[in-house]
């Protein structure tokens, strides 16, 4: 079973840039599709970009162009790069694996944006 923790968040301004790390133990990542996901206050936990083991990407259309995933198996990290940061992008970020129909997440890290 793979444990995932988080890291990187934190206070930004309008415009600017975070990135968030997933490390994760217990388990190969290479054998794992990741994604991240967030949850605003008070609402549901959306998607925001996909890897799959080959390492191929999705974005949703709100974070296209900004954020970008990436992915090091030999390190167990899973990387989120996120630029041109919005107030819109507050919100606790998660980290997810996916094995087969099963599902692990990480604890979430807190990132804010505001002037």
């Known amino acids: 079973q793979v444990q995932l923790v988080e890291s990187g968040g934190g206070l930004a301004q309008p415009g600017g840039s975070l990135r968030l790390s997933c490390t994760t133990s217990?388990?190969?990542?290479?054998?794992?599709?990741m994604a991240w996901y967030r949850q605003a206050p008070g609402k549901q936990r959306d998607l925001v970009a996909t890897i799959s083991r080959g390492g191929g990407t999705n974005y949703v259309d709100f974070v296209k162009g900004r954020f970008s995933i990436s992915r090091d198996n030999a390190k167990n990290t899973v990387t989120l790069q996120m630029n041109s940061l919005k107030p819109e992008d507050t919100a606790v970020y998660y980290c997810n694996a996916r094995w087969v129909n099963l599902d692990y997440w990480g604890k979430g890290t807190l990132v804010s944006v505001s002037s």
């Open positions: 217990g388990s190969s990542l290479s054998i794992y599709d």
